[in-house]
């Protein structure tokens, strides 16, 4: 059985992280901001992993198990919230936008000294106003339950560029088209298309933090041209994956 740590306060502070490095499964009393300050981070739950590069942070609510992953050299900024205090009104994992602002409050309030100080304060209740303001960002790929659900999905995280359709798909594991499109929106909440649009998504953040060239980035997360992928990147992240590089190394 695998021990689960406990750590009554979440922390706040900075730590670096190698590529590849991990924080095995824990959890904490009190909420917790995780933000990848350079390269991806992603957060792992029962439900289903959230993936963070330098524009996102991730809102952890007190008592949720989750284990963390680096994806390229990761500077891993983490602020710790009473349990009492939670100014998104969120119970469930959820990916938020760091705008420029947002970002230098948390590189500033997760570096020593981490005292009491009125400047602080007031630091913390700037930051905690710009959370508020921040839009939520469905950079969530949830995790199936049923066994042939699971076993799709499974084909699809170990070759993301698969393009066998729902109904080739099916056949491999054993279901209708129809069922598993029902499972999807019914377990998921999400469409199949939609759900492997996620789980490309979440394979480039990973590819691009590693240093991989765009162009073979898109050829291995399914798409069909760079150009085809750098449209898809560009809406959904609000930027092109090389801009999104440099700013995931600043």
Avoid: K
Wanted: proline share 8%.
């Amino acid at each position: 059985m695998t021990r689960i740590r406990h750590e009554p306060v979440a922390p706040t502070r900075v730590q670096g992280m190698a590529t590849g490095s991990e924080i095995d499964a824990h959890r904490h009393d009190d909420h917790q901001i995780v933000y990848a300050g350079r390269g991806v981070l992603t957060v792992t739950t029962g439900t289903g992993t959230w993936v963070a590069p330098a524009t996102r942070a991730i809102w952890v609510p007190a008592g949720t198990v989750h284990a963390h992953q680096a994806h390229g050299e990761v500077e891993l900024h983490l602020v710790g919230l009473p349990v009492g205090d939670n100014p998104l009104g969120l119970d469930e994992p959820t990916v938020l936008s760091v705008g420029p602002l947002l970002r230098e409050l948390l590189l500033a309030y997760t570096r020593p000294p981490l005292d009491d100080s009125p400047e602080r304060s007031r630091l913390r209740a700037v930051l905690l106003d710009q959370l508020r303001a921040s839009p939520q960002q469905p950079l969530h790929l949830p995790t199936p339950v049923s066994p042939r659900l699971r076993a799709l999905c499974d084909l699809l995280r170990a070759d993301p560029a698969d393009d066998r359709t729902l109904a080739v798909l099916g056949r491999a594991v054993g279901a209708s088209d129809r069922t598993l499109s029902r499972s999807f929106r019914d377990e998921l909440g999400m469409t199949f298309p939609q759900w492997r649009t996620q789980l490309r998504l979440h394979h480039a953040l990973v590819l691009l933090a590693e240093g991989t060239p765009v162009t073979a980035v898109a050829h291995r997360c399914g798409w069909s041209s760079a150009s085809a992928f750098i449209d898809v990147f560009r809406r959904t992240f609000g930027h092109t994956p090389g801009s999104h590089r440099r700013r995931g190394t600043g």
